[in-house]
T-cell receptor, first 113, second 118 residues
Framework: KQEVTQIPAALSVPEGENLVLNCSFT??????LQWFRQDPGKGLTSLLL?????REQTSGRLNASLDKSSGRSTLYIAASQPGDSATYLC????????????FGSGTRLSIRP | GAVVSQHPSWVICKSGTSVKIECRSL??????MFWYRQFPKQSLMLMAT?????????EQGVEKDKFLINHASLTLSTLTVTSAHPEDSSFYIC??????????????FGSGTRLTVV
């Protein structure tokens, strides 16, 4: 059974720092991987999608990478801002053709002004 | 891009009543819909998978008689929480894979429904 672990569970850093969030899968056979942001009491905002043929995606200050051989993904946030404070979730799609997505436990990020 | 409209956004109901949550795919056909539940400060846990025209598949530990899922058309999937109890209070969210199963886009999520049972 696929399990997804995110480290750290919580992180508090001062504004301006670069930071890395980690995600690992017990089964390294990952087809697609998505990173989401969730604000308190809200739904999900998709940040980055790493498709089956890709290893990395970038959007603005965000960069996500996926190492399929180890079943690990990282989300890099550059020059963090207070507005980045949220819970970040990684989610893996194990197979192609509309298979279910398994979510990680999440990292609660707090950026101090 | 693809949009899944989820209603209601929030609902408060009395213990013992039933609540229906709807998810509609607005500009694409969703042959499959995934239903998740999220308790406070926890991650999203998959409850069940609905497929248009067939019975839903439930994850281990999810009561199929309590959480009724209907996927009657290619654009509508519903989750009904029957005889709700306070422990059913949670955030429920649906998700649909891209039409055709292509991986050009990620899955689309509804905005979620916060259910409070009093």
């Amino acid at each position: 059974k696929q399990e997804v672990t995110q480290i750290p569970a919580a992180l508090s850093v001062p504004e301006g720092e670069n930071l890395v969030l980690n995600c690992s899968f017990t089964d390294s056979a990952i087809y697609n991987l998505q990173w989401f942001r969730q604000d308190p009491g809200k739904g999900l905002t998709s940040l980055l999608l790493i498709q089956s043929s890709q290893r990395e995606q970038t959007s603005g200050r965000l960069n996500a990478s996926l190492d399929k051989s180890s079943g690990r993904s990282t989300l890099y946030i550059a020059a963090s801002q207070p507005g980045d404070s949220a819970t970040y979730l990684c989610a893996g799609q194990q197979y192609s053709s509309a298979s279910k997505i398994i979510f990680g436990s999440g990292t609660r990020l707090s950026i101090r002004p | 891009g693809a949009v899944v409209s989820q209603h209601p956004s929030w609902v408060i109901c009395k213990s013992g009543t039933s609540v229906k949550i709807e998810c509609r795919s607005l500009d694409f056909q969703a042959t499959t819909m995934f239903w998740y539940r999220q308790f406070p400060k926890q991650s999203l846990m998959l409850m069940a998978t609905s497929n248009e025209g067939s019975k839903a598949t439930y994850e281990q530990g999810v009561e199929k008689d309590k959480f009724l899922i209907n996927h009657a058309s290619l654009t509508l999937s519903t989750l009904t929480v029957t005889s709700a109890h306070p422990e059913d209070s949670s955030f429920y969210i649906c998700s649909a894979p891209p039409e055709g199963g292509t991986d050009a886009y990620g899955y689309t999520f509804g905005s979620g429904t916060r259910l409070t049972v009093v």
